[in-house]
């Protein structure tokens, strides 16, 4: 805990995942929230087949999507959805003619089914 999971449509050429990954850490552990930086795995998935509405053409997509133990305020969970939104806004590439919609969702874990070990 906590998981951060990245998926975006593979029409976004260029998308700058060593970077991102390095930022959305940055500005995720730097919450109050985050007790240890170590805590959090961050990852991105690009994919291949996807279908946006009804009229797909030059339509894009990022989703992030964060998942923490239960318990957070809707503030706290306010300010790390817009830490996360931020990132991405700035490092999604914007291809000339695409509309790219971009989403941020946070999913409380239940704590008492949870288990995490270090090994």
């Known amino acids: 805990m906590p998981h951060l999971t990245i998926e975006y449509s593979s029409n976004l050429p260029g998308f700058p995942e060593a970077e991102a990954l390095t930022a959305l850490n940055a500005a995720v552990t730097a919450s109050p929230e985050i007790l240890d930086e170590a805590d959090l795995k961050t990852r991105f998935m ?19 999507q964060l998942r923490l133990l239960s318990g957070r305020t809707p503030e706290a969970k306010k300010d790390l959805t817009a830490r996360i939104a931020d990132v991405l806004r700035r490092l999604t590439p914007r291809p000339e003619g695409v509309m790219v919609q971009l989403s941020v969702e946070m999913v409380d874990m239940d704590r008492p089914s949870y288990v995490k070990e270090r090994l």
């Open 46 to 64: 690009r994919t291949a087949s996807f279908e946006i509405g009804s009229a797909p053409a030059h339509r894009a997509f990022v989703h992030a």
